[in-house]
């Protein structure tokens, strides 16, 4: 079985600071991973995804994440906050390369402070 | 970016009435839209898989007859809470996968908050 586990629901960080937000997984085969953003009031998505290729990954809007296999973490990262990135931040994994099998950790609320 | 649609994004029922929830991709055709379930402060749960023109494919412990899916076209699909009860209010996801192939990019309705009194 797969599982996804976000570290943190809820995360504050000033604007211009570094922006991290943690995700483990759990998966018995090569896990395919997922970072998805919502924004208020609309739909979610799909910031960056790691399909075995190069484990670390660059994204939309100057985000990255590395895929760790030997700490099972895919945490999500960005050098610089802007207080456009508020949103809720859903990490998700799939056993296959079929987008449509996720699943997702519970989602994590991040805040920026001007 | 590919747009998907829900309607109605909320609505309140009393118990025992069904609620039919809307999905439609705007600007791309979908021959496979899913329908996932968000309880407050959790993660979306895959309900199920909707198909055009066939029927869908459910996850295990979603209630087939509790929750129909209908996606009679390339960009609607429909899912019905039927005979609602409070336990069903949620947040209710869809979303939409480009192209044929498995591997195309999810796009993502607003979500539809269902509350029964």
């Known amino acids: 079985a797969q599982s996804v586990t976000q570290l943190g629901s809820h995360v504050s960080v000033s604007e211009g600071a570094l922006v991290l937000l943690r995700c483990n997984y759990s998966s018995s085969v090569p896990p395919y991973l997922f970072w998805y953003v919502q924004y208020p009031n609309q739909g979610l998505q799909l910031l960056l995804k790691?399909?075995?290729?190069?484990?670390l990954v660059k994204g939309i809007n100057g985000f990255e994440a590395e895929f760790k296999k030997s700490e099972t973490s895919f945490h999500l990262t960005k050098p610089s906050a802007h207080m456009r990135d508020a949103a809720e931040y859903f990490c998700a994994v799939s056993r296959s390369s079929n987008t449509g099998k996720l699943i997702f950790g519970q989602g994590t609320t991040l805040q920026v402070k001007p | 970016g590919a747009v998907v649609s829900q309607h109605p994004s909320w609505v309140i029922c009393k118990s025992g009435t069904s609620v039919k929830i809307e999905c439609r991709s705007l600007d791309f055709q979908a021959t496979t839209m899913f329908w996932y379930r968000q309880f407050p402060k959790q993660s979306l749960m895959l309900m199920a898989t909707?198909?055009?023109?066939?029927?869908?494919?459910?996850e295990q412990g979603v209630e087939k007859d509790k929750f129909l899916i209908n996606h009679a076209s390339l960009t609607l699909s429909t899912l019905t809470v039927t005979s609602a009860h409070p336990e069903d209010s949620s947040f209710y996801i869809c979303?939409?996968?480009?192209?044929?192939?498995?591997?195309?990019?999810?796009?993502f309705g607003e979500g539809s908050r269902l509350t029964v009194l």
């Open positions: 909707s198909n055009e023109g066939s029927k869908a494919t459910y």
């Open positions: 790691y399909t075995s290729a190069a484990t």
């Open positions: 979303s939409a996968r480009a192209g044929i192939s498995n591997t195309g990019e999810l796009f």
